[in-house]
């Protein structure tokens, strides 16, 4: 079936630093969703973008955070500068529209902040 | 804020048992509810979705819904070992986001 792809699967770096989650979603999709997990804790959303702009953000979308997707590139997830908590798995996920329509889900992105 | 919570929080069964998985939700306005399964490591899957009161069959997958009681639950039949994994239940509210549960783990005896 389709695939979400994300790079790097592993990423570690110091606290402080600029840090850039790659996704590539399904190729036809059109809306494009960041989720954070902590280990062993709940799946939670931080943002939804479609067609170059942001449609929700939670609370967990810091100020810190921003998201991309030039046009044929990766959607992007920047953290800038990044901080302890914000050591987790961010999973890409990516839909052909809203509401009816399936979310496909990458393999995550562990992100540890040191 | 929609809020969703998931029951029991882990189930073991033997191979070949059904299974019940149930899920609360605090808006009665969500528009869709969507079970996913995740295994160790990986990204969730969507198994099954529900619109409306009612339920809906695919495979050995049941999933019903219960606006009037805030309520949406899963049942497989005929579980497999290859059934392990976290069940997560995800609610659509009106906003353009969804809200997941923290799961449930179920781990299947052969």
């Known amino acids: 079936g389709p695939k979400v792809l994300q790079i790097p699967s592993h990423q570690i770096i110091d606290m402080g630093q600029m840090v850039t989650l790659n996704c590539d979603p399904v190729?036809?999709?059109?809306?494009f969703y960041w989720y954070k997990q902590i280990l062993g804790q709940q799946m939670e959303f931080l943002v939804n973008?479609?067609?170059?702009?942001?449609?929700?953000k939670s609370k967990l979308f810091k100020d810190q955070f921003s998201v991309e997707r030039p046009d044929g590139s990766y959607f992007t997830l920047k953290i800038q500068p990044t901080a302890l908590e914000d050591s987790a798995v961010y999973f890409c996920?990516?839909?052909?529209?809203?509401?009816?329509?399936?979310?496909?889900f990458g393999p995550g992105t562990r992100l540890t902040v040191l | 804020q929609e809020k969703v919570q998931q029951s029991p929080e882990s189930l073991i069964v033997p191979e070949g048992a059904m299974v019940s998985l149930n899920c609360s939700f605090s808006?009665?306005?969500?528009?869709s509810i969507w079970w996913y399964q995740q295994h160790p490591g990986k990204g969730p899957k969507a198994l099954i979705?529900?619109?409306?009161?009612g339920n809906k069959k695919e495979g050995r997958l049941t999933v019903y819904l219960n606006r009037a009681s805030l309520h949406v639950s899963l049942h497989i039949k005929d579980s497999q070992p290859s059934d392990s994994a976290v069940y997560l239940c995800?609610?659509?509210?009106?906003?353009?986001?969804?809200?997941f549960g923290a799961g449930t783990r179920l781990k299947v005896i052969a």
């Open positions: 996920a990516s839909s052909l529209g809203w509401g009816v329509y399936e979310q496909y």
């Open positions: 190729s036809n999709h059109l809306y």
């Open positions: 973008f479609y067609n170059g702009k942001v449609m929700e």
């Open positions: 808006d009665s306005a969500s528009q």
């Open positions: 979705s529900i619109f409306s009161n």
């Open positions: 995800a609610v659509r509210g009106g906003n353009y986001k969804y809200v």
